[in-house]
């Protein structure tokens, strides 16, 4: 496509409900990227994946939440058993390749609000 | 670790005047890149502008022009005749060396345009 796509653009979940965020990367995109942005805040980097392989997961906050990438484009980031403290837009990135010159294409993101 | 700070949480300027918008950083790295990106009210992240450490020359583009001090790890970003359309939060980001370039972001700078 011609922009990394996210969806969906709003969530609500009740607390402990289990939800699954989509991102459509740019088409060859090599690395795509999760951040989690709170209100009035930047983003902070939750995983990172070089087509279908989880590079680095260090971000991600808890045991609840788990990502993947199984054929190395579309990626699903799932939150299990939702707390208020997960409500924040999750973001997408990807870029071309990698290397730290390498623009991130950002989606729109998803807000997910728990409540 | 790296880190990114920006001092300015909101800022404002006529239309049509110059504002310069701060980022100072913290690296052990010495060749790295810089970036500025915008997020407008639809939340969708785009590069404003990047810098390559090793680059003694201010990086521009258009209205958009970088203030790279090396020595002071400081990083600020000049917008020439504001525009309504400037009106977004800013966000100074610093991309991990070669391998995963998971981006580090500031906590940003709102910036309001007054006609």
Redesign the interface.
Known sequence: GAGVSQSPRYKVAKRGQDVALRCDPISGHVSLFWYQQALGQGPEFLTYFQNEAQLDKSGLPSDRFFAERPEGSVSTLKIQRTQQEDSAVYLCASSLAYGPQLVAFFGQGTRLTVV | AQT?TQSQPEMSVQEAETVTLSCTYDTSESD??L?W?KQPP??????VI?Q?AYKQQNATENRFSVNFQKAAKSFSLKISDSQLGDAAMY?CAF??????????????TRLTIIP
């Open positions: 990114v790295y890149y970036f990106y639809s939340r969708q992240m785009i590069l990047r390559e966000f991309p991990s060396n070669f391998g995963n370039e998971k981006l580090t972001f500031g906590t940003g």
